[in-house]
Nanobody, 127 residues
Framework: QVQLVESGGGLVRAGESLRLSCVVS????????MGWFRRAPGEARDFVAA????????YYADSVRGRVTISRDDADNTLYLQIHSLQTEDTAVYFC????????????????????WGPGTPVTVSS
């Protein structure tokens, strides 16, 4: 059973940067496709970024492209999300998600693609 635990969230000011982490247990992260989603207050869960199995195709939501970098350190079984120039609109709970092979018939940008989810880490951006 894959378990995911996010960390790195908190209260930050607009314009600052933040790095979120997601530690994987139960499997080697190299065997997983992984992604980040977020849920703003009162909103649906939205795709942020994803990285698939090696060599690692990367996907970004248009709303964050250019400000966000997804990366993975399979030696540490950890997924990262670096967010620059944070905006108040980035306030949300950020969730890590993972998928084992084989890939399903959906894109990594959809929540149906993923089998496992972390509990989330909240990010609050103040103006």
């Amino acid at each position: 059973q894959v378990q995911l635990v996010e960390s790195g969230g908190g209260l930050v000011r607009a314009g600052e940067s933040l790095r979120l982490s997601c530690v994987v247990s139960g499997r080697s992260s190299s065997s997983l496709a992984m992604g980040w989603f977020r849920r703003a207050p009162g909103e649906a869960r939205d795709f942020v970024a994803a990285i698939t199995w090696a060599p690692g195709d990367i996907y970004y939501a248009d709303s964050v492209r250019g400000r966000v970098t997804i990366s993975r350190d399979d030696a540490d079984n950890t997924l990262y999300l670096q967010i620059h120039s944070l905006q108040t609109e980035d306030t949300a709970v950020y969730f890590c998600a993972a998928r084992e092979r084989p890939p399903p018939p959906w894109t990594p940008k959809t929540f149906q693609y993923y089998q496992y989810w972390g509990p989330g880490t909240p990010v609050t951006v103040s103006s």
